[in-house]
């Protein structure tokens, strides 16, 4: 499957796969059909999917058997008058129908947008009405029904309401019995065109209101990097990305790449906290091969005795999302041999800066370009940052659109061209590159400290403080003073047992600890303790709202 699409698949250095890397982009291409029917056809009880849940459920899905699910779906959703260019709102969790209702909608092309069950119907509303979406699909939870409900009399492009579980409240249809009793599927005309959009995600964005970034038809080709160059899968691989299906990194690492590849997919259905020793157990029992979450995973991870594990089917692990402390990694190394390998992108973005399997990683470090886009840090006064200059992450699109970078935001033209013009995409991220070639994070270019002349990064500063036993959770953002512009304050969860030690001694001693990890100039002045860090719904710290309360 992987030769239809990439011109050459292996590669012997990171210069090689610059010279030689080139995707194949088919008129009309579309996942559901040109991958995931193709494996139905060629090899129809190939696994795709590997599901599990924490009640000690578990379900196989084949490619064949997908595609008569999708079918079926497909057929359904078309009775309901769903079609081209509709609006359709998956809240599934991590349920199975997710696969089977996300694959329909690229049949009959209308636009998945994949959504978090922890949304309230405030923020239902708004996103009904910003995209005018014509039906929600939404799992078996009572809350989430619940505002579902609330919400509909202020949306009205809602026209259905289709309830995945048993018996479908009052007012809503049940999806089971529309898949099961839905006619044979008559595949439309023409399904779509390489530029119509395919997926709508809302981020998560930590000022204001969420912003609609859409992707088109092509966007699941530009995840063959991620899935092949960057979590290293072949045909035999079981892969697990721990990710909700209501974020873009569930389609990352559990979909498009996954199954171009050729890999199976697993799936750890859980509700309620993460806990380390159930995935434990499910890397052990179903033998997954290729783990991928983000720095916090690890760390919970890393507390458990690993030894008591059967880690040994393990052949790959990878890393995004935040900061990786270097103590993790090689914590994680030493119980399990095994290397993290991190990557950086964005909702707007398959993952443009990667640690390749032929690249060395440097913990920390978020590795070196993917060859698909071009890129450039620059600097404050408009300059291409030289090594060890920070400068925000850009993408020059003047000589070729690179592959999964996303069409704009939806009906938002002005916010459109204030981070997309003349060629230039700004992503709003700080980096800096060492003399090897590779990239570091620092931060939003709006979190940046400015503090005695210094531009100094949060996560930097984060990665410091995480490196103290006492803290769990740390936020690092910037509070006016009179005479530095700027002192850096860190926002701090400390663990359990040094709660009852939270005072000016502790202070004093994680300040002379992070003197101690990093530059003295970047410690802390400002240290607070609290219980818990305002967050976005999807877990991203809201540092704005930290910085407005020590205003």
Request: proline share 5%; with cysteine.
């Amino acid at each position: 499957m992987l030769e239809k699409f990439v011109k050459k698949t292996t590669f012997t250095s990171h210069q090689d796969f610059i010279d030689n890397y080139d995707i194949i982009v088919p008129e009309q291409f579309n996942f559901a059909y040109d991958v995931a029917d193709a494996w139905a056809e060629t090899d129809p009880q190939k696994k795709a999917l590997c599901w599990t849940n924490d009640k000690g459920f578990h379900r196989d899905l084949t490619f064949g058997e997908l595609k008569t699910l999708s079918d079926s779906t497909a057929s359904f959703f078309q009775s309901l008058g769903i079609g081209k260019g509709d609006m359709v709102m998956l809240i599934l969790k991590r349920n199975i129908e997710f696969w089977q209702a996300i694959l329909a909608l690229h049949k009959i092309g209308a636009v998945a947008i994949p959504a978090t069950h922890l949304l309230t119907d405030k923020d239902i509303v708004y996103r009904n009405n910003a995209a005018d979406i014509k039906a929600i699909v939404a799992t078996d939870d009572q809350n989430l029904i619940g505002h579902v409900n609330l919400a509909m009399s202020k949306s009205p492009s809602v026209k259905y309401r289709i309830f995945v579980g048993e018996t479908a409240p009052e007012g809503w249809i049940s999806f089971h019995q529309g898949v099961e009793n839905a006619a044979p599927f008559i595949k439309p005309d023409k399904v779509n065109s390489n530029e119509d959009i395919m997926l709508l995600y809302f981020t998560s964005g930590t000022t204001g209101q969420p912003k609609m970034v859409v992707h088109d038809f092509t966007y699941p080709l530009g995840h063959i990097t991620t899935a092949k160059y960057w979590h290293n899968l072949h045909e035999n691989s079981i892969h697990l990305t721990v990710a909700d299906t209501g974020w873009a990194k569930a389609v990352w690492g559990k979909l498009y790449g996954q199954w171009i590849v050729g890999a199976c997919v697993f799936v750890y259905d859980f509700e309620g906290r993460f806990i380390p020793d159930d995935m434990l157990r499910m890397i052990s029992t179903y033998k997954v091969t290729s783990f991928c979450a983000p720095p916090t995973i690890f760390r919970f991870l890393i507390r458990e005795d690993l030894s008591k594990y059967d880690l040994s089917s393990l052949e790959y692990c990878t890393t995004a999302g935040e900061a990786l402390n270097p103590s993790v990694f090689e914590s994680f190394y030493e119980q399990t041999g095994i290397k993290m390998m991190e990557a950086f992108g964005q909702t707007e973005t398959a993952p443009t800066i990667i640690t390749f399997p032929w690249v060395e990683p440097k913990p920390g470090s978020m590795g070196v370009p993917n060859p698909l886009y071009k890129m450039d840090l620059l600097t404050w006064d408009g300059r291409s940052a030289e090594d060890g200059e920070q400068g925000e992450i850009v993408f020059y699109t003047n000589e070729k659109r690179p592959l999964s970078l996303f069409m704009g935001y939806y009906r938002d033209e002005e916010l459109t061209g204030q981070v997309y013009a003349d060629h230039v995409y700004h992503t709003g991220d700080m980096a800096w590159r060492d003399e090897d070639g590779y990239y570091w994070f620092v931060g939003r270019t709006d979190d940046v400290i400015k503090s005695s002349g210094y531009r100094v990064g949060p996560f930097e500063v984060e990665s410091a403080v995480m490196t103290h036993p006492a803290v769990v959770e740390c936020a690092i953002t910037g509070v006016p003073d009179e005479i530095r512009g700027q002192v850096i304050k860190a926002t701090i969860v400390l663990a359990e047992e040094y709660k009852s030690k939270a005072g000016d001694a502790l202070v004093a001693e994680i300040q002379e600890h992070v003197k101690n990890v990093t530059a003295p100039y970047k410690y802390p002045r400002v240290i607070e303790f609290v219980n818990e860090l305002p967050k976005t719904i999807s877990g991203k710290i809201r540092r704005v709202e930290i910085r407005e309360k020590s205003k």
